[in-house]
């Protein structure tokens, strides 16, 4: 699970910006969006804050959780 995500990103930018340094390791990523417009200040499509993840092998997760864990996001505040 990826926590802290800013409401902004689309699943295009986190796969993006997952990909920089993981490409190719996780099978399946689900980034959860809450299509209510009253629910983001933007009154767009928001996503909910987190993502589910899965490697394609538990050895990859390490390097994963260094790189994300209390992560500064790059595009938008978390």
Same mark, same amino acid.
């Given at each position: 699970?990826?926590?802290?995500?800013? !409401?902004?990103?689309?699943?295009?930018l986190?796969?993006?910006?997952?990909?920089? #340094? /993981?490409?190719?390791?996780?099978?399946?990523?689900?980034?959860?969006?809450?299509?209510?417009?009253?629910?983001?200040?933007?009154?767009? !499509?928001?996503?909910?804050?987190?993502?589910?993840?899965?490697?394609?092998?538990? #050895? /990859?997760?390490?390097?994963?959780?260094?790189?994300?864990?209390n992560?500064?996001?790059?595009?938008?505040?978390?």
């Open positions: 699970m990826i926590k802290n995500i800013p !409401n902004k990103y689309s699943l295009k986190l796969c993006d910006e997952i990909d920089e #340094s /993981h490409a190719d390791l996780y099978d399946f990523l689900y980034l959860p969006f809450d299509f209510n417009v009253h629910a983001c200040a933007t009154q767009n !499509n928001c996503n909910v804050g987190y993502a589910f993840i899965n490697f394609a092998t538990p #050895s /990859h997760l390490q390097s994963f959780y260094e790189e994300f864990h992560k500064k996001w790059l595009r938008f505040r978390s």
